[in-house]
């Protein structure tokens, strides 16, 4: 394999100009980095803006060639997000939010918005798994009636980088390495943490990436954020600002790394099945939106840019203000011309909602719209039925490529003389900013408040559970496991020592690194934040299994009152049983009669399933002990950390499996020994098991 060490000619420069971002630079214009028409480049990090806070300004030709080549670089997949599935729905606010905003949907709580979601992946194409490590989507078109209203967020509230001039070479990074064309969905490769490493910027999303949120246990288990900071502007003109947020009512939860990789290969379908097979049986996903509203006076006194979208506000400093409900209650009828046609454009607003300067939200005003010309053949993809507004639309455009329409008339142009007065401008219903005072100097360069890259980092490792953080230092260490090239490792402990210490001693003892880390030096210092529990998804979890997947293995034999009892008890916690058998044939309970299963062990891998019970009789568990495929079932839930009821008789199953018992571990002697099951099944998966089953590394 030919070397991977970063190369750097004799004129480069290649320590940063500045610590908060780094700038690798050239004397030699011979190397220059330049446009596509040859012009020398001289700030690859940083678009044109009016002032270094200000927006970002359209003629930053260098930006808008960047975005357009990497917009159109693929089709018609998606080049991010590519991975999707979806589902119609409304949302209905609770209360008008007329002190705060003018938006007509935010207004009557009698009213039900239409809606259609798409949850996706990030990294890979469109025909990858559900269950990389990765970011995932959230984007909700609102089909209101003053038009349509993306919001277009993740279920992560920040994000990698500060610029959307770094948005190509972020997502190059990450995706498959050009000449070898792999890996595929997947960050942990030289070139992602080599960017990523040489981008202090990306530290706090790192943190997220690497933490259980990346690999949840079903979409319908993820929060949703709108990541950057908007406005809301009501009927008389007042503007505060805004961050979007969705609560899902099933609690949020993910599942281990480990299972993770099985469920890809059991089941690279699993998180678009299990959407699908809850919406078909009635079991409607919802979320509930909370807002975090602050005003100028409040922004200026955090202790960071809100126009920085690597930050977030800890919600112990502004609490959510929950305003209303998302239901998805339909399947689409055709996943094509839904799913994979709907184009969601950050810039599709409406009257009462508007941007904020952030520059990573300014690239992507003109970065969506501009992908979607490739990707759905021309301007009018519009027109598609799932992109169309379901309120009246009336215009001047004409023609282009794909044009389903056939507009009536002579005129196309406004002013005119004809058509009756239609349409025209309207003033007091339409689309108006808020005033906004700009007096900035045109400037390629960062905002020093967009400089501490740490702090809020330390402050999400810090704000984890123990196990949670295991976790965090698991994954590193398995990702930065797989980079050749020891100077990024090096480098990228560095920026972890600075985070915090046993985040750093912990990866770096995974990793077995005897050498010291690289000395990196932060722009600014960074500081020790109060904890905030809310980011934690252990500290919060929900005792529940509603929503969740019980898995009851039973073989000849079994005691069908015992299932039964499983199945009344599983109704009641609105969960979903499944039987699981030798055969999907089924077996004869003890009293002689067939049972059907809904699958074969073969077929729904204990992976599945977020708690299991085992219902053998004594022959039974002994013709399962003696073959690979139960032992697998048996000993993953034991080291998912699965909750399991099982028979007296199925005893020696458990120990040719290796399962210890632990309070985890629950006999099933009757059917009254349900109740003790299901208690403890409500509340997970046990945490104590797992530090004597694996360590990071």
Known sequence: ??????????????????????????????????????????????SLKAGVRGPTLIEDFVLREKITHFDHERIPERIVHARGSGAHGYFQVYESLAEITKAA???DPK???????????????????????????????????????????????????????????????????????????????VNFWDFVSLSPETMHM???????????????????????TFRLVNAKGESHFVKFHWRPKLGTASVLWDEAVKINGADPDFHRRDLWDAIAKGDFPEWEMGLQVFDEETAASLDFDVLDPTKLIPEEIIPLRMVGKLVLNRNPDNFFAETEQVAFLPSNIVPGIEFSNDPLLQGRLFSYQDTQLSRLGGPNFHQIPVNAPRCPMHNFQRDGLRQMQVPKGRVNYEPNSFDGGKPRECPMHGFTSVPEELDGTKIRKRSETFSDHYSQARLFFRSMTETEQQHIISAFSFELAKVETKAIRLRMLGHLAIIDADLYAGVKEALGMEQDAEAIQPAVAPRDLAPSPALSILAKAPATLRGRKIGVLITDGFDSNLLSALQKAAAKEKATLMIVAPKVGGVTDAAGTRTEADAPISGAPSVIFDTVAILASEAGAQDLAAQAGPLDWVSNAFAHLKIMGHTAEAQPLLDAAGVKADEGVIPLPNDKAVKRYIEAAKNGRLWQREPTLRRPG
């Open 206 to 228: 790192l943190m997220w990436t690497m933490s259980d949120r990346a690999i949840p246990r079903s979409l319908r288990m993820i929060e949703g954020f709108g990541v950057h």
């Open 1 to 46: 394999m030919p070397s991977r060490t970063p190369a750097q000619s004799k004129k480069s420069k290649a320590a940063a100009t500045s610590p908060a971002e780094t700038h690798q630079q050239t004397d030699d214009k011979k190397a220059a980095l330049t446009t596509n028409h040859g012009v020398p480049i001289s700030d690859n990090q940083n």
């Open 111 to 189: 009213v039900k918005t239409e809606v259609f979601v798409r949850f996706s992946t990030v990294a890979g194409g469109a025909g990858s798994g559900d269950m990389p490590r990765d970011v995932r989507g959230f984007a909700t078109k609102f089909y209101t009636s003053e038009g349509n209203y993306d919001l277009v967020g993740n279920n992560i509230p920040v994000f990698f980088i500060q610029d959307a001039m770094k948005f190509p070479d972020l997502v190059h990074s990450v995706k498959m390495e050009p000449d070898r064309g792999f890996p595929q969905a997947a960050s942990a490769h």
């Open 105 to 107: 949907f935010l207004q």
